[in-house]
Nanobody, 124 residues
Framework: QLQLVESGGDLVQSGGSLRLSCAAS????????IGWFRQAPGKEREGVST????????YYADSVKGRFIVIRDNAKNTVHLQMNNLKPEDTAIYYC?????????????????WGQGTQVTVSS
């Protein structure tokens, strides 16, 4: 059973940066496509970024394109979400999710494994 653990959430000022991490133990995370999702209070969970397992191709939601970068660190069996130029509207709980093999996706139902989430708060 794949278990995912997110970390790196914090309180940051608008324009600042954070790096979130999604770590796994016991299985190789590079066999899995990874998605990053977020859920703000009172809103539905939405896909933010994803990286495929086949060729590490990435895709981003329009709201974060040019500001967020998703990247694998296979040596640490971790996937990072580097978030730059953060805005108050980026405030949410951020989740990573995994599915075995295949392309990345921003659709919640495409993923089988989920982490517990990490809080990101951006102050204006």
């Amino acid at each position: 059973q794949l278990q995912l653990v997110e970390s790196g959430g914090d309180l940051v000022q608008s324009g600042g940066s954070l790096r979130l991490s999604c770590a796994a133990s016991g299985v190789r995370l590079d066999y899995y496509a990874i998605g990053w999702f977020r859920q703000a209070p009172g809103k539905e969970r939405e896909g933010v970024s994803t990286i495929s397992s086949s060729d590490d191709s990435t895709y981003y939601a329009d709201s974060v394109k040019g500001r967020f970068i998703v990247i694998r660190d296979n040596a640490k069996n971790t996937v990072h979400l580097q978030m730059n130029n953060l805005k108050p509207e980026d405030t949410a709980i951020y989740y990573c999710a995994a599915r075995f093999g295949g392309w990345g996706s921003l659709k919640i139902n495409d993923f089988d494994y989920w982490g517990q989430g990490t809080q990101v708060t951006v102050s204006s």
